[in-house]
């Protein structure tokens, strides 16, 4: 493990500030309903095809950073309560 404090930093600064770009949760509150539904998606989507995180990261120095069964669990089921929440939301909006 010796390598591992020399990670290209401009790498890891770029893929932060891409992810962050996509999508930040410090700023969850101020997406609209209808993005948190569509980002709440694509969550699901990484998460179910293996995609997050991504292999460069997890190989060869993160080996430890999978995500767990237990992990996708949990993820699956916020990812259920916030979705149904967001849609009953969405619905009570547009019966006004």
Not at 67 to 80: E, G, P, Y
Request: net charge positive; proline share 4%; charged share 25%.
């Amino acid at each position: 493990m010796r390598n591992k404090g020399k990670i290209a930093p401009g790498l890891v600064a770029y893929d932060v500030h891409q992810g962050r770009s996509r999508l930040n949760f410090s700023s969850w509150g101020g997406y609209t309903a209808a993005q948190r539904l569509k980002m709440l998606k694509e969550i699901n989507e990484e998460i179910a095809d293996g995609d997050m995180p991504p292999f460069y990261y997890v190989y060869p120095m993160h080996m430890d950073a999978r995500l767990s069964a237990a992990d996708k669990r949990a993820f699956k089921q916020w990812i259920t309560s916030e979705s149904a929440n967001l849609t009953q939301q969405m619905s009570r909006t547009a019966m006004r």
